[in-house]
């Protein structure tokens, strides 16, 4: 056992659990802005299909807690998320930036326009 103390493991699992769910929509948002709209459907639906991977997962995972014990599955899983991460973050530059005061400042014509 590695973790000693409870608090310090639901901590961590919090912290695994946030970092894990925010690839979703950032994947999401990543799609809508660079697939056109009209291949959109498309490429939505391949993400889901990828995305239902997960379903198998639960089984390999039973078999390494059967095979290495169950503190074992956790470590095995966060090399998953290793390796997965240094596929992402290489791409992350690529994704384009807002500018903030563009919304600003639309903002304010709406308004104006409005009243």
């Known amino acids: 056992v590695w973790v000693k103390d409870w608090r310090v493991l639901v901590c961590l699992h919090l912290l695994r659990?946030?970092?894990?769910?925010?690839?979703?929509?950032?994947?999401?948002a990543i799609l809508a802005d660079f697939i056109p709209s009209a291949k959109r459907g498309r490429w939505n639906a391949v993400h889901s299909l990828t995305g239902m991977t997960w379903t198998g997962s639960a089984a390999?995972?039973?078999m390494l807690c059967d095979r290495?014990?169950?503190?074992n599955t956790f470590v095995f899983t966060a090399g998953i998320y290793?390796?997965?991460?240094?596929?992402?973050?290489?791409?992350i530059p690529f994704v384009p930036?807002?500018?903030?005061?563009?919304?600003?400042?639309k903002g304010r014509q709406d308004r104006t326009k409005g009243a």
């Open 17 to 28: 659990t946030a970092l894990a769910n925010s690839k979703e929509p950032l994947a999401r």
């Open 97 to 105: 930036r807002e500018v903030a005061s563009q919304f600003v400042g």
């Open 68 to 71: 290495h014990g169950y503190g």
């Open 82 to 91: 290793l390796v997965a991460s240094c596929f992402w973050l290489p791409i």
């Open 60 to 62: 390999l995972g039973g």
